[in-house]
Each structure stands twice: as C-alpha cells, then as structure tokens.
C-alpha cells in the first residue's frame, strides 16, 4: 500500500469499529466485505473496507487485556467509530453451550469485583444457538473443565475471554456505544490440550517453535491441534454470521 493509501484509510471515519484478538476469529467477516485496506498503527494491525455499504474498521488486538485496551483507544482515535464491538472466540462456562454458538453480552465481568452493563435489547434462542448473559474475562487461558466449572461457580458467567471487559472499559470512558459478542471454540466436553498455553504469543501470532516443539514432545497433540482448528474454523464461520446481521442492525440504530 502507498503512503497516501495509508493515510487515507488512517484518517477515514468509520460506522462500526471491531476490536478481536486474532486474524482468524474475523477472517471469514472480512472475507464478506468490500474494497478492503490494510495497515499497521503502531504495534496493531487494522484493516479497513465495506460491508454492505457500512463503513467497518478492525483491529487485531492480540492476546490479553492490556493489549485490548490500547487497541481500541487506538481504533477510536483513528476511526471515530459511533459503536465497538468487541469479538472473538470464548470458552463456554456452561454445558448447554457448544461450540459455534453466540454468546451476547448484557453484563461483563472481572474476578476483582468489577462489573458493566450492557443493555442489549436482545434475548437468547437457544435453539438458534444464541445465548445472552454475562461474560467473564481473565488474564489467563482457561484450558480445564474443571477451572470453568470454578469461575462459573463463582461469577455466574457463561462464557470466558481475556478481553472484553478491557474494551468494554475503554468504550465506557470514551462514551462510545459498546456491544460484546462472542462464539464459542471450546465447550465443556473436554479439557484443551496444555500445549496450548504456549501456543500463542501476546501479540496472537502462533509460535512456530512452540508446535514442533509440542509435536516432538508428544505426536499425539497433532489430533488435538487439528480439532482445535476445526472447531475454531467452525467458531469463526457462525461469529461471520452473526456479524452479518449485527452490522447492518447497529448502523440502523446509529443517529446521524
């Protein structure tokens, strides 16, 4: 891209601004969209471009609140988006929720007591595999059944993450109109390989040293790596999907 291709993108408005983690939770949105652009601002990667003539802006945040937060400061100060929403893959923290279904957010949630409120105007259809309720977000994986269970237990949250809350914060401060949404990539049939904890960087890239070092050490985590992409590809179509709708409906409830 040129500079003054840059530029441009930099200093366009946008409608709806994404905040995710990693390129593969809305690669199959962006694959729906038009005229799109891509450039770095600082440590974050943004892409730009057009779904249904809606002007969308997202940026991939990587792993954890602290990276989450100033990605959306940046994306607000870029783009002026009028709404945030932020997206991704989530772990299910109840067992009626399986993974590719939705998880809207009307409340999330820290272990320390804090708290946000979201009024979504929406309800579940759990036959539709929509699901809203409170989110947690932590500052680990959670990788266990058994982990879940606990943070259940304890915050009544029916799904994990590491950054909505970070976003959710941030949007509040800058009066900004927040919406959480969420697809889950691992339910609580079984517990994630623990290669998977070192499988990603802070900034969401896979270590490649990490995999051939977790394949050397035991060749059988190839089938859980395997049915881990499955059921993140299969998280990231149903998330493309909600999100079709969700755009379209944000940009109509947006006073101009």
């Not at 366009?12 to 995710?20: H, K, L, T």
């Not at 990276?67 to 772990?91: E, K, M, N, Q, Y």
């Not at 499988?199 to 490649?208: D, F, P, Q, Y």
């Not at 050490?217 to 299969?234: G, N, V, Y």
Request: net charge neutral; charged share 25%; glycine share 10%.
């Amino acid at each position: 891209m040129s500079t003054s291709d840059v530029a441009a993108v930099d200093a366009s408005s946008a409608e709806i601004g994404i905040v995710c983690s990693l390129p593969l939770e809305v690669g199959a949105f962006l694959g729906r969209c038009q005229k799109l652009k891509t450039y770095s601002g600082g440590p974050f990667k943004f892409t730009g471009g057009l779904y249904d003539g809606i002007r969308v802006a997202v940026v991939e945040a990587g792993t954890g609140m602290n990276r989450a937060r100033r990605a959306t400061l940046s994306l607000l100060d870029a783009h002026r988006p009028a709404w945030i929403v932020s997206t991704g893959f989530a772990g299910a923290l109840v067992p009626e929720m399986k993974v590719g279904n939705i998880v809207v957010a009307n409340e999330v949630v820290g272990l320390q007591g804090q708290s946000l409120k979201i009024d979504v105007g929406m309800d579940s259809n759990l036959e539709r595999g929509l699901r809203v309720g409170r989110m947690l977000t932590v500052d680990r994986m959670v990788r266990t059944v058994v982990e879940k269970q606990d943070l259940a237990g304890q915050t009544g949250a029916i799904s994990v993450d590491m950054e909505t809350l970070a976003v959710a914060a941030a949007c509040q401060e800058a009066k900004t109109r927040f919406m959480a949404v969420r697809t889950i990539s691992d339910d609580l049939s079984a517990d994630l390989p623990p290669e998977v904890l070192s499988l990603l960087g802070e900034t969401g890239a896979v270590r490649l040293g990490a995999v051939f070092g977790a394949l050397w050490k035991r060749p059988a985590s190839i089938k859980d790596m395997w049915r881990m992409r499955e059921h993140a590809m299969e998280a990231a179509n149903r998330l493309a999907d909600f999100l079709d709708g969700i755009v379209v409906q944000l940009d109509r409830a947006t006073v101009r």
